[in-house]
T-cell receptor
Framework: DARVTQTPRHKVTEMGQEVTMRCQPI?????VFWYRQTMMQGLELLAY????????DSGMPKDRFSAEMPDATLATLKIQPSEPRDSAVYFC??????????????FGPGTRLTVT | AQSVTQPDIHITVSEGASLELRCNYS??????LFWYVQSPGQGLQLLLK??????LVQGIKGFEAEFKRSQSSFNLRKPSVHWSDAAEYFC????????????FGGGTRVLVKP
C-alpha cells in the first residue's frame, strides 16, 4: 500500500534555528504539495511542484521559507530562521496530475513543528 | 479569490443515525470540489470529489455528496454513521490548473455517540 512518508514526525526547536522537513512522495506521482495546518488559520496551501518544478508558491512566506525537490523521490521544506508563529503541522501530499482531471492528493501523516 | 465555509464546527450524532455536513463555497468559475476526512494525528484522506457530470457523487466509506450550483453548496451525507466515522471533515474547492490549488473550509468535527 503506497504512502507518502514525512520525516521527522515531530520536531521541537528554538527560535532562530533552521528546520528542514522532508517528504517522500508516492512513486510515480508527478505533483507534490506542501500544506500547513494551525488552529487559527486551518489548512493552507504553501506551495506545489509538478515534475519537480515549482508551479505555485504564493502561499509561502518567501523571506524564511523555501521548498525544493532535489529529485523525484524527495521534497523538502525549510524554515530559516524559525519563529514561534511557525508552530504548526506541515503536511505533504502527492498526486498524479493528468490533463483535464482534478488531481487526487494523497496526504502524508504530517510533521508537527513546535518552535519555542 | 475562492473560499469555503463549513458552518458547523462540531456535530454530535448517534451511531446508526444519518449525518449531513454542510459546505458552501465561493468561486467564480466551475468549481472542483472535494471532501476530505482527517482522523486524529493523521493526514487527510479523500472521500470524494466533484468535477463535472452527475451532481450526486459517491465516495468511499458510504459517503455521498450533492453539488447544488444554485446554492453554492456541496453537502456531505451518510445514511448510517459508524463509530469509526468520528473524525474531522474538510470541504475544499480547487482552483488553478486541474483544481490543484485547494482552499479548505475550517472543518467540522464529528462525534459519534454509542
Amino acid at each position: 500500500d503506497a504512502r507518502v512518508t514525512q520525516t521527522p514526525r515531530h520536531k521541537v526547536t528554538e527560535m532562530g534555528q533552521e528546520v528542514t522537513m522532508r517528504c517522500q512522495p508516492i512513486l510515480g506521482h508527478n505533483t507534490v504539495f506542501w500544506y500547513r495546518q494551525t488552529m487559527m488559520q486551518g489548512l493552507e496551501l504553501l506551495a506545489y511542484f509538478r515534475n519537480r518544478a515549482p508551479l505555485d508558491d504564493s502561499g509561502m512566506p518567501k523571506d524564511r521559507f523555501s521548498a525544493e525537490m532535489p529529485d523525484a523521490t524527495l521534497a523538502t521544506l525549510k524554515i530559516q530562521p524559525s519563529e514561534p508563529r511557525d508552530s504548526a503541522v506541515y503536511f505533504c501530499a502527492s498526486g498524479l496530475m493528468q490533463k483535464g482531471q482534478a488531481t487526487k492528493q494523497y496526504f502524508g501523516p504530517g510533521t508537527r513543528l513546535t518552535v519555542t | 479569490a475562492q473560499s469555503v465555509t463549513q458552518p458547523d464546527i462540531h456535530i454530535t450524532v448517534s451511531e446508526g443515525a444519518s449525518l449531513e455536513l454542510r459546505c458552501n463555497y465561493s468561486y467564480g468559475a466551475t468549481p472542483y470540489l472535494f471532501w476530505y476526512v482527517q482522523s486524529p494525528g493523521q493526514g487527510l484522506q479523500l472521500l470524494l470529489k466533484y468535477f463535472s457530470g452527475d451532481t450526486l457523487v459517491q465516495g468511499i466509506k458510504g459517503f455521498e455528496a450533492e453539488f447544488k450550483r444554485s446554492q453554492s453548496s456541496f453537502n456531505l451525507r451518510k445514511p448510517s454513521v459508524h463509530w469509526s466515522d468520528a473524525a474531522e471533515y474538510f470541504c475544499a474547492v480547487g482552483a488553478g490548473a486541474a483544481g490543484n490549488k485547494l482552499t479548505f473550509g475550517g472543518g467540522t468535527r464529528v462525534l459519534v455517540k454509542p
